[in-house]
């Protein structure tokens, strides 16, 4: 088992920024690969940004190419999200998750475990 828990959300302006932190604990010993999801009222939760299986490799939803960024440290077995330019559409629960096998990296299917998730709201 892996527990994650996210910090860092919050209220800001558009085009402010946030930084997520998200900490991994439990069996952290064996491999795993985390991303980011967000889910806004209504709609689906979706893909934000995560790594590849092997690490090496970093993917970003469209919407937040150039504007997100998402890195690691492995000696914390943290997570972040660093997230610049903020617009209101970014306004949704940002969750962390993890899995310990290969898969689809933008399905939320393809991961094992999952952070309560934390707020970011954006105002106009």
């Known amino acids: 088992q892996v527990q994650l828990v996210e910090s860092g959300g919050g209220l800001v302006q558009a085009g402010g920024s946030l930084r997520l932190s998200c900490a991994a604990s439990?069996?952290?010993?064996?491999?795993?690969?985390m991303a980011w999801f967000r889910q806004a009222p209504g709609k689906e939760r979706e893909f934000v940004a995560g790594f590849s299986w092997g690490g090496s490799s970093t993917y970003y939803t469209d919407s937040v190419k150039g504007r997100f960024t998402i890195s690691r440290d492995n000696a914390k077995n943290t997570v972040y999200l660093q997230m610049n330019s903020l617009k209101p559409e970014d306004t949704a629960v940002y969750y962390c998750?993890?899995?310990?096998?290969?898969?689809?990296?933008?399905?939320?299917?393809?991961?094992?475990?999952w952070g309560q998730g934390t707020q970011v709201t954006v105002s106009s």
């Open positions: 439990g069996r952290t010993d064996s491999t795993y690969v």
């Open positions: 998750t993890a899995r310990q096998r290969s898969g689809s990296y933008y399905t939320a299917g393809s991961y094992d475990y």
